[in-house]
């Protein structure tokens, strides 16, 4: 089994909402900063939103900035991804990514974490 998977991807309409999980799996999400990064066939890979190990700090790409929301549970070894106003340029596969400890959760590092799991396909028609 790999340690993170995401789920909650879907279709939806312009204005519409999704929630994405991720749960880790065989270690301890409090160990780990986390991040959601997406991509879009033929664009680069793009780091979404990061999270701290105790969910205080929190960072986002300006392009989603007011609409998404990264949360964690840490009881549940869970991190979340509340979209909201989804827009038609939000379509990706959308992918959960972890760090070790020492971590950044700003959403430039996101990329480049060193864990990622399988994606989740967002699809947002006009």
């Known amino acids: 089994q790999e340690p993170l998977v995401a789920s909650g991807g879907g279709s939806v309409q312009a204005g519409g909402s999704l929630r994405l999980s991720c749960v880790l799996s065989g270690y301890d999400v409090k160990d780990y900063c986390m991040g959601w990064l997406r991509q879009a066939p033929g664009e680069e890979r793009e780091g979404v939103a990061g999270?701290?190990?105790?969910?205080?700090?929190?960072s986002y790409a300006d392009s989603v900035k007011g609409r998404f929301t990264i949360s964690r549970d840490n009881a549940q070894n869970t991190i979340y991804l509340q979209m909201n106003n989804l827009k038609p340029e939000d379509t990706a596969m959308y992918y959960c990514a972890a760090a070790l400890i020492p971590c950044s959760p700003a959403v430039a590092a996101v990329s480049n974490f060193k864990y990622r799991g399988q994606g989740t396909q967002v699809t947002v028609s006009s």
């Open positions: 999270i701290g190990t105790r969910g205080s700090s929190t």
